[in-house]
């Protein structure tokens, strides 16, 4: 008989995690609540190798995070699900001073080394930046890094878990809750009321496992942090097919198809888990856009989409085997770079569930580091 796995949370890490479980031959069910859920909120960037940030753990994890979008994309096409939830478009830093521009380009050159990804890397000029992306305004220099992507978490993770049914799993909607028999092993009640077993389950709820595995009395190192972003729709559909865009400051500017420029993204440490939109944070985003975009300011507003993602105290993510608990597997802590590491932790999640040798070495994300057992 087919081993039955439940992924609770079916965001980036849970989608792709059910995929590749679902593929491997096991009976998925997949359970999330949606609430809240980060992947459906971001359409991001996939440019982690410019980052000044020195921890070289954090680092391999998302250099390869970024690089696994290659696998994710060619098996889903090969299981007949093309998507273009996910790009290679490039992309363009700007607003930064020519020395500024000149260290991270040096810094990119050294680390494509390692990450060949990263592709052609050069300082452009006004006349050669207007051609790569005509609407730009008042840009004088900019560095080209033409490994850089995007993708929208929303529509990604919409292909993993049609991909995920095609192989015969179930998608469940809503908010489940674990405990724990005398036997000691673990029971999931699921939205229907039923209390389930499972031969193993994966926990992938980002900003909720603390709350998730609080009554089995554990304290779990993790945050919640608002994030906003806005979509405008434009007329100009032949942008698509430009770099995105990483001014000086906090927002990113994302061409999307059907003429849709994502304006991104807030990152609000003091509202939690709150899930309103705030015109007080995104109208100063806007103003930021125009100031590049200046066409931006005749575009609609489409949607403003609000998501929480997951911190820990160091920001470092985690995933293994929950300490204490047979069978059952976690990630969580993504924090902002989750769309670049997202797809291999979920993939790797299936490995332990699979009982492989991991790809990256576990103990560099230790797991027991943010997951603590208070109670037995
Ligand atoms: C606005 C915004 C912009 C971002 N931009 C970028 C970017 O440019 N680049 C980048 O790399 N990353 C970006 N990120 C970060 C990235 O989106 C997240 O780190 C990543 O999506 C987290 O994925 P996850 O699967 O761990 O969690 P989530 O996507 O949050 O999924 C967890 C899911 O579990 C569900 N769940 C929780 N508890 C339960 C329960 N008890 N029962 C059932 N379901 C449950 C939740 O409802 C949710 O759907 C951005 C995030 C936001 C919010």
């Known amino acids: ?77 090969s299981d007949g699900l093309e998507t273009d939830a996910y790009a290679r478009c490039g992309a363009l830093i700007l607003g930064q001073s020519v020395e500024y521009l000149q260290e991270v380009h040096d810094r990119a050159l050294e680390r494509r080394e390692q990450a060949p990804l990263i592709g052609n890397v050069a300082i452009l000029k006004g006349t050669e930046i207007k051609k790569i992306f005509p609407p730009l305004s008042n840009v004088e220099q900019a560095l080209y890094v033409g490994g850089g992507a995007r993708v929208d978490g929303r529509e990604l993770t919409n292909t993993l878990l049609q991909a995920t049914s095609r192989f015969g799993g179930s998608i469940h909607k809503g908010t489940v809750s674990l405990s724990k028999d005398n036997d000691g092993t673990l029971s999931v009640l699921t939205p229907d009321g039923r209390q389930q077993k499972f031969d193993a389950v994966i926990l992938a709820a980002g900003a909720w496992l603390p709350e998730l595995l609080q009554p089995l009395g554990y304290t779990v190192d993790v945050r919640g942090q608002k994030g906003q972003l806005v979509v405008l729709q434009t007329e100009n559909s032949a942008l698509q097919d430009c ?26 440490n003091d509202k939690g888990y709150d899930l309103q939109p705030d015109a007080s944070i995104t109208d100063p985003m806007l103003e930021q856009a125009y100031a590049w975009l200046p066409d931006l300011k005749e575009a609609p507003v489409a ?58 070495p576990l103990e560099d994300y230790p797991i027991d580091a943010y997951i603590k057992q208070t109670t037995c």
């Open 303 to 360: 949607d403003i989409r609000v998501g929480t993602r997951a911190y820990t105290s160091d920001f470092s993510p985690f995933f293994g085997s929950v300490p204490g608990l047979d069978n059952c597997f976690a990630a969580s802590g993504l924090g902002s770079s989750g769309l670049t590491s997202g797809p291999l932790i979920g993939y790797l999640l299936t490995e332990l569930v699979r009982e492989q040798q991991s790809t990256l």
């Open 1 to 77: 008989m087919k081993k039955k796995i439940a992924v609770i949370g079916g965001g980036i890490v849970g989608a792709t995690a059910s995929y590749y479980s679902a593929k491997a031959g096991y009976s998925v069910s997949v359970f999330d609540s949606g609430t809240g859920q980060a992947t459906a909120a971001a359409a991001g960037i996939i440019c982690p190798w410019l980052s000044r940030r020195r921890n070289k753990k954090w680092y391999r994890l998302v250099s390869e995070g970024a690089a696994f979008y290659d696998k994710l994309m060619a098996d889903l096409a």
């Open 243 to 268: 770099p995105v865009i990483m001014p000086q400051g906090e927002i990113d500017l994302l061409p999307f198809g059907q003429g849709k420029t994502v304006v991104g993204a807030s990152h609000e």
